[in-house]
Nanobody
Framework: QFELAEYGGGLVQPGGSLRLSCAAS????????IGWFRRAPGKEREAVAC??????????NYVDSVKGRFTVSRDDTTNTVNLQMTSLKPEDTAVYYC?????????????????WGPGTQVTVSS
């Protein structure tokens, strides 16, 4: 199997922005659905966003709480999937993970993702 790694986590003030990146050590990321998940303190793991399909036909999904604030995209030239986060709120504080897998009708099921990165901490605080 291949390895995934997340980059870009850190501390940001409420209302600020942060961009996370997901890179794979092997294979091209566009061959898989790439999901972003997060685990906030005291909460269950939550699916945040997902990107799937080819560069000619790409599908993105978002959980309602981040829609309009987060944008997931894929850069084929760098083999990277990005999660651009804006208007960040304290409740966005969590460890964020990217994962590769296959999705069907349900994109947010973590059981559909079989390769996970180690996670990166995002803290939104003043």
């Amino acid at each position: 199997q291949f390895e995934l790694a997340e980059y870009g986590g850190g501390l940001v003030q409420p209302g600020g922005s942060l961009r996370l990146s997901c890179a794979a050590s092997r294979f091209t990321l566009d061959a898989y659905a790439i999901g972003w998940f997060r685990r906030a303190p005291g909460k269950e793991r939550e699916a945040v966003a997902c990107i799937s399909g080819s560069s000619m036909s790409t599908t993105t999904n978002y959980v309602d709480s981040v829609k309009g604030r987060f944008t997931v995209s894929r850069d084929d030239t760098t083999n990277t999937v990005n999660l651009q986060m804006t208007s960040l709120k304290p409740e966005d504080t969590a460890v964020y993970y990217c994962a590769a897998g296959r999705i069907g009708d349900t994109w947010a099921d973590p059981r559909l993702f079989y390769s996970w990165g180690p996670g990166t901490q995002v803290t939104v605080s003043s």
